[in-house]
């Protein structure tokens, strides 16, 4: 018992000392703001269209711009931009407070799922577009 007592201290010590000393990314424009970390800064500009997704490798990332245009199933919803539609997958956790209707216009990114008959995408971060 005491053992494991001293370990515990030793382990949750370590740990807060650790993330104290992580900061995260600091803006040049000298301010000096702490967060939890990251980057902040322009985000990629590529986008892919859906006809070009379908094509890619199992698990290459791919950005998207369109609409969810309905739910078909459980966290699985269809996706439609100007080449095509494809169904993509969204985890509760990646919708972050966002509300999406299909009049929005939004940017998704994530991996392709490639199956035997079917192309999917994974979705990691979903932003509405202004």
Known sequence: MKKTLVTLMFFTGLSCVAFAQQPGFVPSNGQQGYSLGGFTGPA??????????????DDAWVALEGYITKQVGHELYEFRDNSGVIYVEIDGKYWMGQNV??????RIEGEVDKDWNSVEIDVKNIRVLK
């Open 44 to 57: 990629s500009s590529v986008a892919t269209s859906v006809a070009e997704a379908k094509k890619q490798w």
């Open 101 to 106: 209707s299909p009049k929005d216009k939004v």
